[in-house]
């Protein structure tokens, strides 16, 4: 069966520091991925998608990058936080009827 | 318009209830409906996938479809204490659409 891993589960960074979130998937093979930002009474806002490695897609202008180093790792990055950067992080894959499944979840508070 | 309205709550009903749980949408061209569970600092959880109007029942849930009436629902039958937790509906296009559109969830508490 598949699975899907987020880490880490809670990080509290500081403004102008680095970030990277890490999201493998276990279980099958060249996924669609996803990060979604989750913020309260926003409701979840895509950020990136990929199709493959190597290919991202952005949603959203923003200080947040993403990487799909191998076929089933999605990295999201920051050079430097922003106040505004924090939130619930949700990384996802889909399957081939166009479901998505969630990992749990990395809440990032940048202070 | 939103193209995704749904009702934030909170809902709260005595354990063996039956909840129903609503979206409307503005955009025709939706075609796949989905309803996540997301219990509070966790991850979404998918519940229901749908693909165009009709009824589709997993045990205690029943997901429908209106495409006339752009409106979905999910009802859960002999609520339980442990389906206390934020729903939210999604759609999606069609194949090859990568956008999931989600409703912004209700909350829900079931109380014993």
């Known amino acids: 069966s598949q699975t899907i891993h987020q880490w880490p589960a809670t990080l509290v960074q500081p403004v102008g520091s680095p970030l990277s979130l890490e999201c493998t998937v276990e279980g099958t093979s060249n996924p669609n991925l996803y990060w979604y930002r989750q913020a309260a009474g926003r409701g979840l806002q895509l950020l990136f998608y990929?199709?493959?490695?190597?290919?991202i897609s952005s949603e959203v202008p923003q200080n947040l990058s993403a990487s799909r180093p191998q076929d089933r790792q999605f990295i999201l990055s920051s050079k430097k936080l922003l106040l505004s950067d924090s939130g619930f992080y949700l990384c996802?894959?889909?399957?081939?009827?166009?479901?998505?499944?969630f990992g749990e979840g990395s809440r990032l508070t940048v202070l | 318009q939103k193209e995704v309205e749904q009702d934030p709550g909170p809902l709260s009903v005595p354990e063996g209830a039956i909840v129903s749980l609503n979206c409307t949408y503005s955009n025709s061209a939706f075609q796949y409906f989905m309803w996540y569970r997301q219990y509070s600092r966790k991850g979404p959880e998918l519940l229901m996938y749908t693909y165009s109007s009709g009824n589709k029942e997993d045990g205690r849930f029943t997901a429908q479809v209106d495409k006339s009436s752009k409106y979905i629902s999910l009802f859960i039958r002999d609520s339980q204490p442990s389906d206390s937790a934020t729903y939210l509906c999604a759609m999606r296009k069609g194949a090859g659409s990568y956008q999931l559109t989600f409703g912004k969830g209700t909350k829900l508490s079931v109380i014993p």
């Open positions: 996802a894959w889909e399957a081939g009827g166009g479901e998505l499944f």
């Open positions: 990929s199709v493959g490695i190597g290919q």
